[in-house]
């Protein structure tokens, strides 16, 4: 069984950064592609950035582009997300998922099989 576990989130003041960890078990890490969703209590959980299987592709969603940065390192079995000049409205819980897509980047929830528990971000003005 494929179990996620992110870690790395907290509290920071707008314009700092945040680097997220996602370490990946049960599975060939290689086989899965990665990504990061947030949530906001009361709304819908949201896609920001997918990393494929090979790590050659990857989308960001217009409000990450340009400050965050998705990564993975195979040999580790984790996937990273950095997170810079961070604004109070990043203020979400952050999940990690994975997925058995063969190729490119889902940006969909259902595009996911599997969830990690979320890390809270918290960003203050």
């Known amino acids: 069984q494929v179990q996620l576990v992110e870690s790395g989130g907290g509290l920071v003041q707008a314009g700092g950064s945040l680097r997220l960890s996602c370490a990946v078990s049960?599975?060939?890490?290689?086989?899965?592609?990665m990504g990061w969703f947030r949530q906001v209590p009361g709304k819908e959980r949201e896609f920001v950035a997918g990393i494929s299987r090979s790590g050659g592709s990857i989308y960001y969603s217009d409000s990450a582009k340009g400050r965050f940065t998705i990564s993975r390192d195979n040999a580790k079995n984790t996937v990273y997300l950095q997170m810079n000049s961070l604004k109070p409205e990043d203020t979400a819980v952050y999940y990690c998922v994975a997925g058995n897509r063969l190729y490119g980047v889902g940006v969909r929830s259902t595009d996911y099989d599997y969830w990690g528990q979320g890390t809270q971000v918290t960003v203050s003005s």
């Open positions: 049960g599975r060939t890490f290689s086989s899965l592609a």
